[in-house]
């Protein structure tokens, strides 16, 4: 069995789906833009009635931002980035959303 110290951690994502949402922007209490939309990604080999996977997609690089922006609903996307899970407060309680922050972002 390896040592924490031995593991490589690898946190990484890589999807190809179409658009569902057109991107909007979010800006947080920091002041930061958040861009974020959303795909669906086919499952291979349903195991439920489910067949497709629906995904939350953020972006926080300018250049990332700029490509959503210009995506329209329906268009095929090559998405790479790490999966993020972001916390804010939601009136008395803390509400949190599992996200992808996209890194690399193109259109197939």
Do not use: C, Y
């Amino acid at each position: 069995m390896k040592e924490l110290h031995e593991v490589e951690w690898v946190n990484d994502v890589h999807l190809v789906g179409r658009v569902t949402s057109l991107a909007e922007d979010l800006e947080l209490p920091s002041e930061t833009i958040l861009t974020r939309f959303r795909i669906v990604v086919p499952r291979a080999k349903p195991t439920t009635k489910t067949t497709v996977d629906t995904v939350d997609l953020i972006a926080m690089k300018v250049s990332v931002q700029r490509k959503a922006h210009s995506l329209r609903v329906g268009d095929i996307v090559e998405v790479s980035g790490e999966i993020r899970r972001r916390f804010w407060k939601a009136g008395a309680s803390v509400a949190s959303r599992v996200e992808i922050e996209v890194n690399k972002l193109g259109k197939v």
